[in-house]
């Protein structure tokens, strides 16, 4: 039986989330080394990445800076953090640019050899964003043109005439 101050270790080499679904990176220490990504995160994040520098150096064309300050925060308090469609604009080796939304969990990771890290898990969710922003956007043009037609059935059944300057009728309603 292990005492309580033995830690559990599974074995399992982080090579385990290389066929996952979502993509996974992993990076150790307060310099945030770089030390593992799946074919999936480089895939959706955009291009080879390479290993073994701080993840500000990795992903130093990445816009939104504050995803990096917050591997600083997760680190230094242990405390999780999610961000939900969250944007990123990506850029890709053959200079193709494009915003996508991801769903982000960092955590921290204690692993045996390589000490306190960061795990981070993405989902990619453009295509749920954009088709929330397409409905939005719909909903919008729907609300106006119906604004419109209930103004337009509102004057249409006002009576209008026409009056001298005395106030006498000298035009009708066709109404």
């Given at each position: 039986m292990r005492g309580p101050e033995e830690k559990a270790h599974s074995g399992l080499a982080l090579e385990v989330f290389d066929p996952a679904a979502v993509g996974v990176l992993v990076s150790h220490g307060p310099e945030h080394v770089l030390v593992y990504m799946n074919?999936?995160?480089?895939?959706?994040?955009?291009?080879?990445?390479?290993?073994?520098?701080p993840v500000r150096?990795?992903?130093?064309?990445?816009?939104?800076r504050e995803y990096l300050d917050w591997f600083d925060e997760v680190f230094r308090t242990g405390t999780p953090r999610h961000m939900t469609a969250a944007p990123v604009?990506?850029?890709?080796?053959?200079?193709?640019v494009e915003e996508r939304y991801f769903n982000f969990s960092m955590s921290s990771v204690d692993e045996?050899?390589?000490?306190?890290?960061?795990?981070?898990?993405?989902?990619?969710?453009t295509t749920q964003v954009t088709a929330s922003e397409?409905?939005?956007v719909?909903?919008?043009?729907?609300?106006?043109?119906?604004?419109?037609?209930?103004?337009?059935?509102?004057?249409?059944?006002?009576?209008?005439w026409v009056t001298d300057p005395a106030g006498r009728i000298i035009e009708h309603s066709p109404a």
């Open positions: 074919a999936m995160y480089r895939r959706i994040i955009g291009g080879d990445r390479p290993l073994g520098v150096e990795a992903f130093s064309d990445l816009r939104e604009t990506v850029r890709y080796p053959d200079g193709f045996e050899k390589g000490g306190p890290g960061i795990l981070v898990v993405a989902v990619e969710v397409q409905l939005r719909l909903a919008e043009e729907r609300r106006r043109a119906l604004h419109r037609y209930q103004s337009l059935v509102v004057a249409g059944t006002q009576k209008v």
